[in-house]
């Protein structure tokens, strides 16, 4: 079955500490990867996106930066966090829905999520 | 700019049913998600429906779609305390990587 896979559940660190959120999947091969972050009250903003290893796109201009080492892992980093780092990190894969009717046809599958504070 | 948004709380009474609407600015979208977070947990997702339809019902969800108006709802039939979590709508033209999320509705489930 296809499962992806989110840690820690928690971290507090302290400002400008480094950060790596690690997420990995499986029971698929070659899959779109995604970091997301969602704000309190806000919708989820995506961060980076990886359509294979070592391709990632950013979204939004940050300190924070991806790495896709392998297929199925995809890795959140930060070399020094800042207090507006804090929020709820998601890791996220696209799947086919399988409509039919086109090429983006895709749901997200979501991690559990990281809670990230930064004090 | 692309924008998705929904109220923040809705309550209701168990067995009632609970309605959550969302708008949305881009007339280009093509899909259309109602995605459920519970406490502590990932998004899940739902159901979708794509542009060209107006309603699609499954099981106790119905999710309606006036696309003139840019508004998209989703209906839960016979509300559980179950289905207590925050659902979030979301947009995208496809391929999964342009997909805007609205703030997310809490509903909050009274036995």
């Known amino acids: 079955s296809q499962t992806i896979h989110q840690w820690p559940a928690t971290l507090v660190q302290p400002v400008g500490s480094p950060l790596s959120l690690e997420c990995t999947v499986e029971?698929?091969?070659?899959?779109?990867l995604y970091w997301y972050r969602q704000a309190a009250g806000r919708g989820l903003q995506l961060l980076f996106y990886?359509?294979?290893?070592?391709?990632i796109s950013s979204e939004v201009p940050q300190n924070l930066s991806a790495s896709r080492p392998q297929d199925r892992q995809f890795i959140l980093s930060s070399k020094k966090l800042l207090l507006s780092d804090s929020g709820f990190y998601l890791c996220?894969?696209?799947?086919?829905?399988?409509?039919?009717?086109?090429?983006?046809?895709?749901?997200?599958?979501f991690g559990s999520g990281t809670r990230l504070t930064v004090v | 700019g692309e924008d998705v948004e929904q109220s923040l709380f809705l309550s209701v009474r168990e067995g009632d049913s609970s309605v959550i609407n969302c708008t949305y600015t881009?007339?280009?979208?093509?899909?259309l998600y109602w995605y459920k977070q519970e406490p502590g947990a990932g998004l899940q997702l739902l159901t979708y429906?794509?542009?060209?339809?107006d309603m699609k019902q499954d099981q106790r969800l119905t999710v309606l779609l006036n696309k003139k108006d840019k508004h998209l709802s989703l209906r839960i039939a016979d509300t559980q305390t179950g289905d207590s979590a925050i659902y979030f709508c979301?947009?995208?033209?496809?391929?999964?990587?342009?997909?805007?999320f609205g703030a997310g509705t809490r509903l909050f489930v009274k036995a």
């Open positions: 996220a894969w696209s799947v086919l829905l399988g409509y039919g009717t086109g090429p983006g046809d895709y749901g997200y599958t």
């Open positions: 029971g698929t091969s070659n899959p779109n």
């Open positions: 990886s359509v294979g290893i070592g391709q």
């Open positions: 881009d007339s280009s979208s093509t899909y």
């Open positions: 429906i794509f542009s060209n339809m």
């Open positions: 979301a947009e995208s033209m496809g391929g999964g990587f342009k997909t805007i």
